[in-house]
C-alpha cells in the first residue's frame, strides 16, 4: 500500500525539560552512519542556543544539511533523560507501530537513492547550506509499504548484516588494544635495542600527483587525502574516484601492501597501511606521504606511527599555527629504538597473524557494506 511519509511518521519538534544539571548534546557532528560517534556532557549553562529538542528511543535523527554526508542515526538503548539535541536535526518519529517499523523506514530513509534524491533536494534549495526541510522535502515522498510482517523479515535481513559489521569493528577494536600492549612491551625493553632514523628502515616519499581532468569515473580506484582518516579507522571510503588504466600504468611510486600512508597537511597524522585486498591509489593534493618499510620492519614501524612514541615525535615535527604541515624530511629524521634479529623475528610471529585476523574482518566488512547496498537497492 502507497502512503506518503507524512501519514507515517511526524517531525518533533518538542522542547527538552532539562531535569539534570549534565545533559548530553548532540549536534549534526555528533552523528555520522547511523552511530553516535560523541556523547559530550554539558553543563544546562553552557549548552549553546540551539540544544532545545527532546527526543526518545525509536526515534530517527536527520541532519537537514547536506544529507550525502550521512549525518544521521536512530535512537536505541538510551537514557532519554539524559540527552537533548541541535535544532538542525530532524526527529523523526513513527506515527503508528502497527503500520510501521520504524527501523524499516530508517533503512529506507538512508538507503543510497533516497540521499541521493535528498542531496538534489537540499542543493536545488537557494540558500547558504544544501538544506532540507521535512515539511517541503520528507513529507511529501511516497513509499511502498508492505505488511508489517513484511517489514520485519526485510529489518530482521539488513540487521543480520550491520550487526555482524559492528561484530567485526569490535573484535578489531580488542586486537588493536592488544596489538598496543604487544608493542609496549617490546619497545620498553631497551637493552638489546638501538636508536636509527625511520630514514635508514624505510623509504619516506611523497605521493603522484594527478589534476581533476586526469581522472575519469572508470578504471583504477584511488583516493584523496580525506578518505586515508576514514580507512584508518576501518572504515570504506565514502567518495572514491577513478583513473583511467593508460594514465595509471604511467605513474610511479604506486602503493603496495603493507605501505604507510600518514596525512600531513591539516589534519595531521591519520595513518593507514595499505592491505593485500584494497590497494587505494590517491593523488598527491599536498597532504600524503607514503613510506615503505624495509622488509621485516613493515608491522613494527606501522604500530610505532600508532603509538605514543610515534605520536609524540609526529607533534614535535608538526609546524605552522594557521595551517598545520608535516615534511618529508621531518618524517626522515625521525628517531625511534629498533629490535634485534631475534627479537624482531619474535614480534613479528605474535603480531603479523593479529594484524592479518584484522585485515580479514575489514575485507569482509567491505563485502557486507556491499551486500546491505545491494539489499537496500532491492527493496527500496
Not at 523523526?92 to 502497527?98: E, G, I
Not at 574516484?241 to 591539516?266: H, W
Not at 608538526?318 to 629498533?338: C, E, P, V
Not at 603480531?351 to 539489499?375: A, C, G, M, R, W
Request: hydrophobic fraction near 35%; charge should be positive.
Amino acid at each position: 500500500m502507497r502512503y506518503r511519509v507524512g501519514e507515517l511518521v511526524d517531525s518533533i519538534s518538542k522542547k527538552c525539560d532539562f531535569k539534570t544539571d549534565k545533559i548530553i548534546f548532540l549536534n549534526t557532528g555528533d552523528i555520522e552512519d547511523g552511530k553516535i560517534v560523541n556523547n559530550n556532557c554539558y553543563k544546562i549553562s553552557d549548552l549553546p542556543g540551539q540544544a532545545k529538542k527532546k527526543i526518545k528511543n525509536g526515534d530517527i535523527l536527520f541532519s537537514e544539511i547536506r544529507p550525502k554526508n550521512k549525518r544521521y542515526a536512530l535512537v536505541e538503548n538510551i537514557d532519554e533523560t539524559n540527552y537533548v539535541v541541535s535544532t538542525k536535526l530532524m526527529v523523526l518519529r513513527n506515527k503508528d507501530s502497527k503500520v510501521l517499523n520504524m527501523k524499516y523506514f530508517y533503512y529506507f530513509l538512508t538507503s543510497p537513492k533516497m540521499l541521493r534524491y535528498l542531496q538534489s533536494e537540499a542543493e536545488a534549495r537557494s540558500g547558504t547550506f544544501p538544506q532540507i526541510t521535512f515539511k517541503d522535502n520528507i513529507y511529501p515522498i511516497t513509499i511502498n509499504l508492505p505488511s508489517l510482517a513484511e517489514q520485519n523479515k526485510i529489518v530482521k535481513n539488513i540487521d543480520s548484516i550491520v550487526n555482524k559489521i559492528k561484530n567485526n569493528q569490535k573484535i578489531n577494536t580488542n586486537l588493536n588494544s592488544l596489538l598496543e600492549c604487544v608493542f609496549n612491551n617490546y619497545y620498553h625493553h631497551k637493552n638489546d635495542t638501538v636508536s636509527t632514523k625511520l630514514e635508514l628502515i624505510s623509504e619516506v616519499r611523497s605521493a603522484n600527483r594527478i589534476f581533476a581532468k586526469e581522472y575519469r569515473n572508470e578504471g583504477i580506484p584511488f583516493l584523496r587525502g580525506k578518505e586515508i582518516s576514514l580507512l584508518s579507522q576501518g572504515n570504506s571510503p565514502t567518495d572514491t574516484l577513478f583513473i583511467s588504466i593508460e594514465k595509471y600504468k604511467k605513474l610511479k611510486n604506486i602503493p603496495k601492501a603493507k605501505d604507510i600512508l600518514v596525512t600531513s597537511v591539516g589534519t595531521i597524522g591519520n595513518i593507514y597501511q595499505v592491505e593485500n585486498f584494497r590497494l587505494p591509489f590517491y593523488y598527491k593534493d599536498g597532504n600524503i606521504i607514503q613510506i615503505t618499510p624495509h622488509k621485516g620492519f613493515e608491522n613494527y614501524i606501522y604500530l610505532w606511527l600508532n603509538s605514543k612514541f610515534g605520536d609524540k615525535e609526529i607533534v614535535s615535527a608538526t609546524i605552522g599555527s594557521t595551517q598545520k604541515a608535516l615534511t618529508i624530511s621531518a618524517i626522515k629524521k625521525f628517531k625511534l629504538y629498533i629490535l634485534n634479529n631475534h627479537e624482531l623475528q619474535r614480534f613479528n610471529h605474535i603480531v603479523n597473524p593479529l594484524i592479518k585476523q584484522i585485515q580479514q574482518n575489514h575485507e569482509e566488512n567491505d563485502f557486507l557494506q556491499d551486500l546491505k547496498s545491494t539489499l537496500l537497492k532491492r527493496y527500496f
